[in-house]
Protein backbone atom coordinates (compact mmCIF):
# COMPACT_ATOMS: atom_id res chain seq x y z
CA UNK A 1 0.00 0.00 0.00
CA UNK A 2 1.22 3.65 -0.67
CA UNK A 3 1.12 4.63 2.95
CA UNK A 4 3.32 1.97 3.56
CA UNK A 5 6.31 2.45 1.14
CA UNK A 6 8.51 4.05 3.25
CA UNK A 7 8.28 1.63 6.03
CA UNK A 8 8.74 -1.49 3.49
CA UNK A 9 12.22 0.17 3.01
CA UNK A 10 13.25 -0.11 6.43
CA UNK A 11 11.68 -3.31 6.65
CA UNK A 12 14.26 -4.49 3.61
CA UNK A 13 16.80 -2.60 5.49
CA UNK A 14 17.09 -4.46 8.67
CA UNK A 15 16.77 -8.33 6.43
CA UNK A 16 19.65 -7.32 4.98
CA UNK A 17 21.48 -6.35 7.79
CA UNK A 18 20.10 -9.26 9.53
CA UNK A 19 21.34 -11.93 6.17
CA UNK A 20 24.69 -9.77 6.10
CA UNK A 21 25.26 -10.92 9.99
CA UNK A 22 24.58 -14.07 9.30
CA UNK A 23 26.85 -14.59 6.02
CA UNK A 24 29.48 -12.68 7.57
CA UNK A 25 29.65 -13.36 10.65
CA UNK A 26 29.85 -9.99 12.31
CA UNK A 27 27.54 -8.84 15.46
CA UNK A 28 25.25 -6.01 14.33
CA UNK A 29 22.75 -6.22 16.91
CA UNK A 30 23.11 -2.49 18.07
CA UNK A 31 22.35 -1.76 13.75
CA UNK A 32 19.42 -3.53 13.86
CA UNK A 33 18.20 -2.66 17.40
CA UNK A 34 18.35 1.14 15.99
CA UNK A 35 16.48 0.34 12.76
CA UNK A 36 13.98 -2.14 14.45
CA UNK A 37 13.32 1.57 16.74
CA UNK A 38 13.58 3.66 13.96
CA UNK A 39 10.57 1.40 12.11
CA UNK A 40 8.44 1.32 14.92
CA UNK A 41 8.22 5.10 15.38
CA UNK A 42 7.74 5.73 12.28
CA UNK A 43 5.03 3.00 11.72
CA UNK A 44 3.15 4.47 14.97
CA UNK A 45 3.01 7.92 13.29
CA UNK A 46 1.78 6.19 9.94
CA UNK A 47 -1.14 3.81 11.19
CA UNK A 48 -2.31 6.66 13.62
CA UNK A 49 -3.26 9.11 11.14
CA UNK A 50 -4.58 6.78 8.17
CA UNK A 51 -7.09 8.18 6.26
CA UNK A 52 -10.90 6.82 5.66
CA UNK A 53 -9.73 5.59 2.57
CA UNK A 54 -6.52 3.73 3.79
CA UNK A 55 -8.26 2.31 6.63
CA UNK A 56 -10.40 0.67 3.46
CA UNK A 57 -7.16 -0.71 2.07
CA UNK A 58 -6.28 -2.68 5.52
CA UNK A 59 -9.97 -3.76 6.28
CA UNK A 60 -9.55 -5.45 2.87
CA UNK A 61 -5.55 -7.23 3.11
CA UNK A 62 -5.89 -10.64 1.65
CA UNK A 63 -3.67 -11.90 4.73
CA UNK A 64 -5.93 -10.59 7.41
CA UNK A 65 -7.34 -13.02 10.21
CA UNK A 66 -10.75 -14.23 8.63
CA UNK A 67 -13.76 -15.28 10.80
CA UNK A 68 -12.82 -19.54 10.71
CA UNK A 69 -9.23 -18.16 12.20
CA UNK A 70 -10.61 -15.92 14.37
CA UNK A 71 -13.11 -19.08 15.35
CA UNK A 72 -10.01 -21.37 15.22
CA UNK A 73 -8.51 -18.92 17.46
CA UNK A 74 -10.23 -18.09 20.53
CA UNK A 75 -12.85 -21.15 20.97
CA UNK A 76 -12.94 -24.15 22.50
CA UNK A 77 -14.85 -27.15 21.42
CA UNK A 78 -16.71 -25.53 18.50
CA UNK A 79 -19.29 -27.72 16.80
CA UNK A 80 -20.64 -26.17 13.20
CA UNK A 81 -24.19 -26.55 12.59
CA UNK A 82 -25.01 -26.37 8.68
CA UNK A 83 -28.64 -25.49 6.61
CA UNK A 84 -31.55 -23.09 6.45
CA UNK A 85 -33.64 -25.80 6.90
CA UNK A 86 -35.74 -24.51 3.65
CA UNK A 87 -33.06 -24.75 1.11
CA UNK A 88 -29.69 -25.35 2.06
CA UNK A 89 -26.17 -24.65 3.52
CA UNK A 90 -24.85 -21.38 2.25
CA UNK A 91 -20.69 -21.53 2.60
CA UNK A 92 -20.52 -17.75 3.28
CA UNK A 93 -21.90 -18.32 6.66
CA UNK A 94 -20.16 -20.40 9.44
CA UNK A 95 -21.98 -20.79 12.83
CA UNK A 96 -22.03 -23.19 15.55
CA UNK A 97 -21.78 -23.59 19.51
CA UNK A 98 -19.03 -23.31 20.86
CA UNK A 99 -16.94 -22.05 24.58
CA UNK A 100 -14.89 -18.95 24.98
CA UNK A 101 -12.58 -19.06 28.33
CA UNK A 102 -15.66 -21.56 29.52
CA UNK A 103 -18.48 -19.35 28.58
CA UNK A 104 -20.89 -21.04 26.02
CA UNK A 105 -21.72 -18.58 22.58
CA UNK A 106 -23.55 -19.66 19.68
CA UNK A 107 -20.63 -18.45 17.35
CA UNK A 108 -22.08 -17.10 13.21
CA UNK A 109 -19.32 -15.41 11.13
CA UNK A 110 -18.85 -14.24 7.28
CA UNK A 111 -16.10 -16.10 5.63
CA UNK A 112 -14.30 -14.74 2.54
CA UNK A 113 -12.18 -17.43 2.04
CA UNK A 114 -8.51 -18.11 1.78
CA UNK A 115 -7.37 -19.58 -2.19
CA UNK A 116 -9.37 -19.12 -5.39
CA UNK A 117 -11.23 -22.75 -4.27
CA UNK A 118 -12.08 -21.71 -0.69
CA UNK A 119 -13.35 -18.23 -1.85
CA UNK A 120 -15.59 -19.34 -4.88
CA UNK A 121 -17.01 -22.21 -2.20
CA UNK A 122 -17.49 -18.93 0.32
CA UNK A 123 -18.41 -16.86 -2.73
CA UNK A 124 -15.89 -14.06 -1.42
CA UNK A 125 -18.06 -13.97 1.72
CA UNK A 126 -21.53 -12.53 -0.06
CA UNK A 127 -24.29 -14.51 1.69
CA UNK A 128 -27.32 -15.45 -0.18
CA UNK A 129 -31.09 -15.90 1.49
CA UNK A 130 -30.23 -19.30 2.82
CA UNK A 131 -27.08 -17.73 4.97
CA UNK A 132 -29.11 -15.39 6.25
CA UNK A 133 -32.08 -17.70 7.07
CA UNK A 134 -29.59 -19.92 8.78
CA UNK A 135 -27.75 -17.38 10.96
CA UNK A 136 -31.34 -16.56 12.29
CA UNK A 137 -32.25 -20.28 13.10
CA UNK A 138 -29.05 -20.36 14.95
CA UNK A 139 -30.06 -17.48 16.59
CA UNK A 140 -33.24 -18.62 17.58
CA UNK A 141 -31.73 -21.84 18.95
CA UNK A 142 -29.62 -19.78 20.60
CA UNK A 143 -32.29 -17.90 22.19
CA UNK A 144 -34.01 -21.02 23.11
CA UNK A 145 -31.16 -22.37 25.33
CA UNK A 146 -30.05 -18.99 26.80
CA UNK A 147 -26.73 -18.98 24.93
CA UNK A 148 -25.13 -15.42 24.02
CA UNK A 149 -24.64 -14.98 20.19
CA UNK A 150 -21.42 -13.71 18.82
CA UNK A 151 -21.46 -12.52 15.08
CA UNK A 152 -18.00 -11.94 13.31
CA UNK A 153 -18.74 -9.70 10.04
CA UNK A 154 -16.55 -9.49 7.26
CA UNK A 155 -18.47 -8.82 3.76
CA UNK A 156 -18.46 -6.16 0.99
CA UNK A 157 -22.19 -7.01 1.04
CA UNK A 158 -24.90 -9.44 0.31
CA UNK A 159 -24.77 -11.59 -3.06
CA UNK A 160 -26.73 -9.44 -5.38
CA UNK A 161 -27.11 -11.80 -8.32
CA UNK A 162 -30.34 -12.80 -9.70
CA UNK A 163 -30.74 -16.18 -8.08
CA UNK A 164 -30.13 -14.44 -4.73
CA UNK A 165 -33.34 -11.99 -5.64
CA UNK A 166 -35.41 -15.22 -6.96
CA UNK A 167 -34.82 -16.46 -3.23
CA UNK A 168 -35.79 -13.47 -1.43
CA UNK A 169 -32.73 -11.85 -0.82
CA UNK A 170 -34.56 -8.54 0.08
CA UNK A 171 -36.55 -10.09 2.66
CA UNK A 172 -34.34 -12.13 4.35
CA UNK A 173 -32.34 -9.49 5.27
CA UNK A 174 -35.36 -7.29 6.67
CA UNK A 175 -36.26 -10.02 8.45
CA UNK A 176 -33.14 -10.72 10.22
CA UNK A 177 -32.99 -6.98 11.22
CA UNK A 178 -36.72 -7.24 12.50
CA UNK A 179 -35.87 -10.25 14.49
CA UNK A 180 -32.41 -9.68 15.61
CA UNK A 181 -34.01 -6.66 17.44
CA UNK A 182 -35.98 -8.83 19.30
CA UNK A 183 -33.97 -11.74 20.52
CA UNK A 184 -34.10 -13.19 24.38
CA UNK A 185 -30.02 -13.07 24.20
CA UNK A 186 -27.56 -11.18 24.75
CA UNK A 187 -25.43 -10.13 21.04
CA UNK A 188 -22.56 -9.42 20.21
CA UNK A 189 -21.18 -8.28 17.07
CA UNK A 190 -17.40 -7.35 15.87
CA UNK A 191 -16.88 -6.06 12.47
CA UNK A 192 -13.24 -7.89 11.64
CA UNK A 193 -13.01 -6.50 8.00
CA UNK A 194 -15.37 -4.71 6.01
CA UNK A 195 -18.90 -4.30 7.27
CA UNK A 196 -20.69 -3.50 3.79
CA UNK A 197 -24.45 -2.82 3.21
CA UNK A 198 -27.36 -4.51 4.59
CA UNK A 199 -24.96 -7.72 4.17
CA UNK A 200 -23.50 -6.40 7.77
CA UNK A 201 -26.24 -5.09 8.89
CA UNK A 202 -28.21 -8.46 8.64
CA UNK A 203 -25.78 -9.75 11.22
CA UNK A 204 -25.19 -6.73 13.51
CA UNK A 205 -27.93 -5.75 15.22
CA UNK A 206 -26.63 -6.30 18.56
CA UNK A 207 -26.92 -5.35 22.59
CA UNK A 208 -22.71 -4.32 21.77
CA UNK A 209 -21.26 -3.45 18.26
CA UNK A 210 -17.53 -3.72 18.41
CA UNK A 211 -15.10 -2.81 15.43
CA UNK A 212 -11.19 -3.34 15.26
CA UNK A 213 -9.03 -0.77 14.65
CA UNK A 214 -8.39 -1.01 11.18
CA UNK A 215 -11.79 -2.32 10.05
CA UNK A 216 -14.50 -0.20 7.87
CA UNK A 217 -18.38 -0.47 8.33
CA UNK A 218 -20.97 1.63 5.79
CA UNK A 219 -23.87 1.61 3.97
CA UNK A 220 -21.79 1.49 0.68
CA UNK A 221 -18.77 0.89 -0.40
CA UNK A 222 -16.55 3.66 -1.40
CA UNK A 223 -16.76 2.95 -5.08
CA UNK A 224 -20.28 2.47 -4.97
CA UNK A 225 -20.36 6.10 -3.27
CA UNK A 226 -18.24 7.71 -5.46
CA UNK A 227 -20.20 6.05 -9.03
CA UNK A 228 -23.65 6.93 -7.55
CA UNK A 229 -23.34 10.69 -6.40
CA UNK A 230 -20.31 11.83 -7.90
CA UNK A 231 -20.76 10.15 -11.45
CA UNK A 232 -17.12 9.03 -11.23
CA UNK A 233 -15.62 5.87 -9.48
CA UNK A 234 -12.10 7.18 -9.45
CA UNK A 235 -13.38 9.41 -6.47
CA UNK A 236 -13.41 6.66 -3.65
CA UNK A 237 -11.16 8.30 -1.12
CA UNK A 238 -13.41 11.00 -1.58
CA UNK A 239 -16.29 9.02 -1.06
CA UNK A 240 -14.63 6.99 1.86
CA UNK A 241 -13.80 10.29 3.69
CA UNK A 242 -17.45 11.62 3.17
CA UNK A 243 -19.13 8.37 4.31
CA UNK A 244 -17.05 8.10 8.03
CA UNK A 245 -16.25 4.63 7.53
CA UNK A 246 -13.50 4.22 9.84
CA UNK A 247 -14.27 2.67 13.17
CA UNK A 248 -13.17 5.91 14.84
CA UNK A 249 -15.41 8.36 12.99
CA UNK A 250 -18.16 5.90 13.89
CA UNK A 251 -16.85 5.41 17.60
CA UNK A 252 -17.33 9.68 17.67
CA UNK A 253 -21.23 8.93 16.09
CA UNK A 254 -22.33 6.43 18.49
CA UNK A 255 -23.02 3.69 16.04
CA UNK A 256 -20.39 1.72 17.29
CA UNK A 257 -19.40 0.76 20.91
CA UNK A 258 -15.57 -0.07 21.37
CA UNK A 259 -13.04 -0.24 19.07
CA UNK A 260 -10.76 -3.64 19.58
CA UNK A 261 -6.98 -2.15 19.45
CA UNK A 262 -4.91 -4.37 16.50
CA UNK A 263 -1.52 -4.99 16.40
CA UNK A 264 0.94 -2.49 14.99
CA UNK A 265 0.45 -2.42 11.14
CA UNK A 266 -3.09 -3.89 11.33
CA UNK A 267 -3.85 -7.75 12.32
CA UNK A 268 -2.52 -9.31 9.66
CA UNK A 269 0.81 -8.39 11.34
CA UNK A 270 0.27 -10.14 14.65
CA UNK A 271 -2.76 -12.72 14.40
CA UNK A 272 -2.44 -14.06 17.70
CA UNK A 273 -2.25 -10.69 19.03
CA UNK A 274 -5.49 -9.50 17.61
CA UNK A 275 -6.94 -12.95 19.11
CA UNK A 276 -5.74 -12.39 22.28
CA UNK A 277 -7.57 -8.76 21.75
CA UNK A 278 -10.46 -10.18 20.33
CA UNK A 279 -11.17 -12.43 23.27
CA UNK A 280 -10.12 -9.79 25.93
CA UNK A 281 -12.97 -7.32 24.22
CA UNK A 282 -15.53 -10.67 24.49
CA UNK A 283 -15.33 -11.25 27.73
CA UNK A 284 -15.47 -8.09 29.42
CA UNK A 285 -18.82 -7.24 27.48
CA UNK A 286 -20.48 -11.05 28.09
CA UNK A 287 -19.46 -10.60 31.84
CA UNK A 288 -21.25 -6.60 31.33
CA UNK A 289 -24.16 -7.72 29.48
CA UNK A 290 -24.93 -10.74 31.53
CA UNK A 291 -25.95 -8.72 34.52
CA UNK A 292 -28.56 -6.86 32.73
CA UNK A 293 -32.41 -8.78 32.78
CA UNK A 294 -33.74 -9.46 29.91
CA UNK A 295 -36.65 -6.79 29.23
CA UNK A 296 -34.20 -4.19 30.30
CA UNK A 297 -31.68 -5.44 27.53
CA UNK A 298 -34.29 -5.63 25.22
CA UNK A 299 -35.48 -2.27 25.82
CA UNK A 300 -31.76 -1.01 25.66
CA UNK A 301 -31.20 -2.43 22.31
CA UNK A 302 -34.31 -0.66 21.18
CA UNK A 303 -33.51 2.38 22.61
CA UNK A 304 -29.58 2.07 20.84
CA UNK A 305 -30.87 1.92 17.65
CA UNK A 306 -33.76 4.53 17.96
CA UNK A 307 -31.34 6.89 19.33
CA UNK A 308 -28.91 7.37 16.24
CA UNK A 309 -28.38 9.88 14.00
CA UNK A 310 -29.27 14.11 14.30
CA UNK A 311 -31.27 15.93 12.87
CA UNK A 312 -31.65 19.95 13.09
CA UNK A 313 -35.56 20.98 13.46
CA UNK A 314 -36.24 24.41 12.31
Request: net charge negative; proline share 3%; aromatic share 6%.
Amino acid sequence: MEFEKELLEIENKIEELKQFSVDKNINLDDEINKLEEEYKKRAQKVYANLSDWEKVSIARNPDRPNAVEYINGITEDFVELHGDRLFGDDGAIVGGLCKIAGHKFMVIGIQKGRGMDEKIHRNFGMASPEGYRKALRLMRMAERFKIPVLTLVDTAGAYPGLEAEERGQGEAIARNLMEMSGIKTPIIAVIIGEGGSGGALALAVADKVMMFEHSVYSVISPEGCAAILFKDGSLSEKAASSLKISAQNLKKLDIIDEIIPEPLGGAHKDKLCAEINLKKALLLSIQELKKIDIDTLLENRYNKYRKMGIFIEE
